[in-house]
């Protein structure tokens, strides 16, 4: 009984140690026409310490079609992520997480036909 106990409770411990407190922020899913060519995720620091940031731009299925898993965000500096030449007709989503809060993160996505904003959101 007494093996039965400390194996449940070494369990419990090793359950409990793995977990991270991530945080995220994201965009809503973005659209821009029939001739959009782009999408562009832009995610900057404000605060006064370097954040790492794990960047992806998702479709409409979730699937990360862009993404750059360690950016390190100087303060006042920003990361960048594209996907070129995307479909017609599809939307498209930002992520930005962190194991840091994301009190002092500020991004967007945007969709571009060629250099020229189409349509953007802002990550939350």
Do not use: H, W, Y
Request: charged share 10%; aromatic share 4%.
């Amino acid at each position: 009984m007494k093996l039965l106990t400390k194996l449940v409770a070494a369990g419990c411990l090793l359950a409990f140690a793995g977990t991270a407190r991530a945080a995220q922020i994201s965009s809503p899913p973005v659209f821009g026409a029939f001739f959009q060519q782009t999408a562009q995720c832009t995610v900057g620091n404000v605060g006064p310490t370097p954040v790492v940031v794990a960047i992806n731009i998702v479709d409409e299925a979730g699937n990360v079609v862009a993404s750059n898993p360690g950016c390190r965000i100087e303060p006042n500096f920003l990361c960048q992520v594209s996907k070129l030449s995307i479909p017609a007709g599809g939307a498209f989503a930002c992520t930005a997480t962190t194991s840091a809060g994301t009190a002092k993160l500020r991004g967007n996505i945007a969709i571009l036909d060629s250099l020229l904003p189409i349509s953007a959101a802002d990550l939350r």
